[in-house]
C-alpha cells in the first residue's frame, strides 16, 4: 500500500507472532505493549496510505431527466469525475476497550474535477466542474483476533464516513446548472463517495494487512535441535490507552517436543505510556532453551590426553598421576585416562542488579583406557562454575555472551584413594575457557530470531538490567526510557515506519500532531533502507 507499507501492519502488528494458542491460565513469553504515542504515529502514517489510494477511486457517471429553467425537460450527464487533490487530517488510532482499535479521520476535504452536457433536442450545452468535499470524517472498527492455529487476525467490523458540505463552480456560472446538481446530483455523489472511502479500507485489511500478517510463521528454526514458538496465547487485549499482544515465547526441542515442567513468570506492565512500544521478554525463553540444549548434551565434553597442551604440568596419563595419586599409577602404569563431562541439570538464569549470571554444576568421570578399548571409571569429580551472561539485540535476533569465572573441584568418589585436584583444577580450567566456552559462545553468537514480520528490522537497542521485589528483569529500551517489569525481560521502543523502515527514537521534531515528516533513527548504529511491500488500512 505504497511505500509506507501501512504503517498499522508494519510498526502495531508487526509484533503480533504465530503458532498455536497457549493454554487457559498459562503466561505469555513476551509481551508487546503499544500505547497512545505510538498508535498517533501510526495514524499519521495511514493518511499517507489512505491519500494514495483515494486518487485510484473510479467515480461513476450521474445522468438523467429533469426539468430545468428555460429549457423544459431535458437530459443531463455529469461525467469524467476523477478526484483531483486530497487531504486528510486530523487522525487518530486508539484502542477499542475488549474489541481492537478505533482508527479515525476528521476536517477532510476533497476536489473532484469532472465535464457536464445537457441536450434538449438539438440544442446542446457541456463544459465543466469542480466540486470540493469539505468535512469529511472516516470513523473504522479493527477487531483483532487469533486464528486457531495462533495466527494473528484483523477485520473490519465497522467503517461509516460523512461528507460535511459541497461546494461546486460550474463554468460559465450557470445558476440553473448548480440547482440542477445540488438537487438531483448532490445526494447521489454523497453516497457513492463516502460507500467508496469504506470500500476502500474494507479491500486493504483483507488484500493487503490480513495476508501480509498471514507471512508469520508459525514457528521459527534456530538450528537442529531447537525451534521457537511464536504463537499468540490470545486475542490482543485492548484498554483504554494501550494494546498487548501475549505470544508464547518458548523454545522447544525439534526431535521430540513435550510440555514444559514450570510456566512463566506473570508478567505485569508498568504504567509508563511515554514511549511508543515496549517489548518484554520472559526468562522463560532463555530457560527453555537451556532445556532443550541439555537434554541433547550439548554442553557434555570429553577430555583426552592429545587435547592437553603441551607446556601442561599435568598430563592425562596414570604416570602423570604418580606424585600426587600413586595408587592409581600402581594399577594402571603408563595408562591414559579420559575425562567424561555432563552437566547435572540444565542452568537457569539468576539475575541482580545490573547483572545476570548462570551456575552449572557437572560431574566429571575419569576412566582408564584398558588395552582391550574398555574404559574403567576410577574417580569423579565436581565442578561448579559460575558466569557472567551478556545479552546482545541487534536488527533481528537476541544474542549473548558469557563471560567465566573460576571453577571450583572437588573430589566425589574415587577407587584409587583421595587425592589433591588443585592441578586437574587448572587443567580443566583451560579446557572450558578455551574450548567448552567458546562453544557455547559460538552458538548464543547465532542467536534467536526476534519474532518480525518481513523486512522490519530494530534500531539502536540499549540493554540494562534491574531487580524488583524479589525478581530481575532485562531492560532493553529502544531509544531510552526504562520502566519497571516484574522477572526477566527486555524492553523495546519500537517507533513506526516509513518509507525506509527506521526503529529507534522518535523522528526528530514529531511531537504527536498530525503532519508527517521525514523520519530518522537518532542511533545509528542500525541503519537500514527497507521498504515494505505490504500494506495496512
Known amino acids: 500500500m505504497g511505500t509506507s507499507a501501512g504503517a498499522l501492519s508494519s510498526l502495531l502488528l508487526g509484533i503480533l507472532l504465530t503458532s498455536t494458542p497457549g493454554a487457559l491460565g498459562a503466561n505469555p513469553g513476551l509481551v508487546a505493549r503499544i500505547t497512545d504515542k505510538g498508535l498517533e504515529y501510526v495514524a499519521q502514517e495511514e493518511l499517507v496510505t489512505l491519500q494514495s489510494k483515494l486518487h485510484d477511486v473510479t467515480l461513476p457517471d450521474f445522468s438523467g431527466d429533469a426539468k430545468i429553467k428555460y429549457l423544459g425537460n431535458a437530459h443531463y450527464e455529469f461525467h469524467s469525475l476523477n478526484i483531483h487533490s486530497c487531504e486528510l487530517l486530523g487522525s487518530a488510532l486508539k484502542p477499542l476497550p475488549s474489541h481492537g482499535l478505533h482508527f479515525s479521520i476528521s476536517d477532510s476535504f476533497i476536489r473532484v474535477k469532472g465535464k457536464w452536457k445537457v441536450r434538449k433536442r438539438i440544442l446542446k450545452l457541456d463544459g465543466s466542474f469542480d466540486v470540493t468535499v469539505k468535512g469529511i470524517t472516516i470513523s473504522v472498527n479493527l477487531l483483532l483476533g487469533s486464528e486457531p492455529s495462533g ?19 460550474m463554468s460559465g456560472d450557470l445558476g440553473w446548472l448548480l440547482n440542477l ?56 487485549q485492548a484498554t483504554a490507552e494501550i494494546l498487548d499482544v501475549m505470544l508464547k515465547g518458548e523454545i522447544f526441542s525439534r526431535d521430540h517436543r513435550s510440555p514444559v515442567a514450570f510456566l512463566a513468570p506473570v508478567m505485569s506492565l508498568p504504567e509508563e505510556h511515554s514511549r511508543m512500544v515496549y517489548f ?153 575457557l578455551n574450548t567448552l566456552y567458546p562453544k557455547v559462545n559460538d552458538k548464543l553468537a547465532e542467536g534467536f530470531p526476534l519474532p518480525l514480520l518481513k523486512r522490519i528490522q530494530l534500531y539502536d537497542p540499549v540493554l540494562q538490567i534491574h531487580k524488583v521485589s524479589g525478581f530481575s528483569r532485562v531492560l532493553r529500551n529502544w531509544g531510552g526510557g526504562l520502566v519497571s517489569f516484574p522477572g526477566l525481560q527486555a524492553i523495546t521502543q519500537w517507533v513506526g515506519p516509513s518509507p525506509a523502515l ?5 523522528p526528530r521534531g514529531w511531537d504527536g500532531s498530525g503532519s508527517a515528516g521525514c523520519h530518522e533513527a537518532v542511533h545509528g548504529s542500525f541503519r537500514s533502507a527497507t521498504s515494505m511491500g505490504a500494506g495496512g488500512i
Do not use: W
Request: net charge neutral.
Open 181 to 236: 446538481f445540488h438537487h438531483q446530483i448532490e445526494s447521489k455523489f454523497r453516497r457513492v463517495l463516502e460507500s467508496k472511502i469504506c470500500k476502500i479500507i474494507q479491500d486493504s485489511v483483507t488484500s493487503d494487512l490480513q495476508p501480509y500478517l498471514q507471512t508469520l510463521p508459525v514457528t521459527m528454526e534456530m538450528d537442529i535441535f531447537a525451534g521457537i514458538d511464536y504463537s499468540l496465547m490470545e486475542a490482543p
Open 151 to 169: 495466527r494473528p487476525k484483523v477485520a473490519v467490523s465497522s467503517c461509516s464516513s460523512n461528507i460535511r458540505d459541497v461546494e461546486v463552480h
Open 280 to 432: 518484554a521478554i520472559s526468562n522463560y525463553a532463555f530457560n527453555t532453551a537451556s532445556l532443550v540444549y541439555h537434554k541433547v548434551g550439548y554442553l557434555n565434553f570429553s577430555i583426552t590426553d592429545d587435547m592437553v597442551p603441551p607446556t601442561s604440568n599435568i598430563r592425562l596419563t596414570t604416570k602423570s598421576f604418580r606424585a600426587f595419586c600413586p595408587r592409581l599409577a600402581r594399577l594402571y602404569p603408563n595408562t591414559n585416562l579420559t575425562l567424561q563431562g555432563t552437566v547435572v541439570s540444565a542452568p537457569f538464569l539468576n539475575f541482580s542488579p545490573g547483572n545476570l549470571s548462570s551456575a552449572a554444576q557437572m560431574e566429571i568421570e575419569a576412566s582408564v583406557l584398558l588395552p582391550n578399548s574398555v574404559k574403567e571409571p576410577v574417580f569423579r569429580l565436581g565442578v561448579a562454575t559460575n558466569v557472567s551472561v551478556m545479552l546482545t539485540f541487534n536488527a533481528s535476533k537476541i544474542t549473548g555472551f558469557l563471560k567465566p569465572e573460576k571453577i571450583q573441584v572437588e573430589l566425589k568418589e574415587s577407587k584409587v584413594g583421595v587425592f589433591n585436584v588443585e592441578l586437574l583444577e587448572a587443567l580443566l580450567n583451560y579446557y572450558l
Open 502 to 506: 527506521q526503529l529507534g527514537k522518535p
